[in-house]
């Protein structure tokens, strides 16, 4: 079967970094995203990495290994307003999107 | 540019019973795919339309439907309404069905609840 994997909660403090994991088990792989979903809204989308390495934009980056099948996304110099769901996405051989659970982060002042 | 929308935000529904949500997807966009977010879960794919065409299609029975207007706009149908229906429905929209990033624009949702 076709499998995401990212924690479901994580808590950081303001100012801070936080990095949140992603590992993935699909059938077939034509990219990965990353997602941003605050209390009650739509996702909105944050980055797409298809090749291995890291994507930079901003406060934000995103890093992918293709082999370990697995990504992280890096938030830096955090804010109240990152407060939210992250979900990590992966569009398989039939380029249809997989979703995981996504990943609460909670900022502390 | 305006968004997707879609309506309507929120609804209250009894076993059995038949919905339909609907979605405009954002201008430019040909291609509109459709999602169920249970609480504190990720989105599940319900079903895409390229063009008029459903072109992909999740694991969900056929009483899931839906259409897609030349205008691109949509339709989800869900008959026989059953508790495990009640969940947040996302309509998202993008350009092409496959090429590139393809970033989905999504609504903010139809908040479905059954009784």
């Known amino acids: 079967g076709q499998n995401i994997d990212q924690p479901t909660e994580m808590t950081a403090t303001e100012g801070a970094i936080v990095q949140i994991n992603c590992t993935y088990q699909?059938?077939?792989?034509?990219?990965l995203f990353w997602y941003q979903q605050h209390a009650g809204e739509a996702p909105t989308f944050l980055s797409y990495?298809?090749l291995d390495g890291l994507e930079e934009k901003g406060r934000f980056s995103s890093f992918l290994s293709r082999s370990k099948g697995y990504s992280y996304l890096l938030l830096k110099e955090l804010q109240m307003k990152d407060s939210a769901s992250y979900l990590c996405?992966?569009?398989?051989?039939?380029?249809?999107?997989?979703w995981g659970a996504g990943t609460k982060l909670i900022i502390k002042p | 540019e305006t968004g997707v929308t879609q309506s309507p935000t929120h609804l209250i529904k009894t076993r059995g019973q038949q919905v339909t949500l609907r979605c405009s997807s954002q201008?430019?966009?040909?291609?509109v795919s459709w999602y169920q977010q249970a609480l504190g879960q990720g989105p599940q794919f319900i079903f895409q339309?390229?063009?008029?065409?459903?072109?992909g299609r999740g694991n969900f029975p056929p009483r899931f439907s839906g259409l897609q207007f030349p205008n691109y706009s949509s339709e989800l149908n869900v008959n026989a309404l059953e508790l495990d229906d009640s969940a947040l429905y996302l309509c998202?929209?993008?350009?092409?069905?496959?090429?590139?990033?393809?970033?989905?624009?999504f609504g903010a949702g139809s908040r479905l609840t059954v009784l």
């Open positions: 990495n298809v």
């Open positions: 699909t059938s077939g792989f034509n990219g």
């Open positions: 996405a992966v569009r398989d051989s039939n380029y249809q999107l997989i």
């Open positions: 339309y390229y063009r008029e065409e459903e072109n």
């Open positions: 998202a929209s993008s350009l092409g069905s496959d090429s590139g990033a393809n970033v989905l624009t």
């Open positions: 201008s430019g966009h040909n291609t």
